[in-house]
Nanobody, 116 residues
């Protein structure tokens, strides 16, 4: 089992930056892909960015060029650097860990609010 704990959310003005962190513990060797998802009020949860164990990344079109996902294997931590934030980036951001087989692990979520 994998435990994921997010941090770094908060309130920021439009155009500002935030960095989210996701610390993993437990059976982290089983994780193949780490990702960040977000869910805004009244909307479905969506993938924001993901990174595999070999460093391959994937981004939602809406955040390309503004967000960067990275990982520090020594610290078992994944980061999401968010620049040029927009009002529509406001959401609860969730960290996700996906193994090759079995069930995903999720963090508790961290609120990001961008004021216009």
């Amino acid at each position: 089992q994998v435990q994921l704990v997010e941090s770094g959310g908060g309130l920021v003005q439009s155009g500002g930056s935030l960095r989210l962190s996701c610390a993993a513990s437990g059976s982290i060797f089983s994780i193949y892909v780490m990702g960040w998802y977000r869910q805004a009020p009244g909307k479905q949860r969506e993938l924001v960015a993901s990174i595999t164990t070999d460093g391959s990344t994937r981004y939602a079109d809406s955040v390309k060029g503004r967000f960067t996902i990275s990982r520090d294997n020594a610290k078992n931590t994944v980061y999401l650097q968010m620049n040029s934030l927009k009002f529509e980036d406001t959401a609860v951001y969730y960290c996700n860990g996906r193994p090759l087989t079995g069930f995903d692990s999720w963090g508790q979520g961290t609120q990001v609010t961008v004021s216009s």
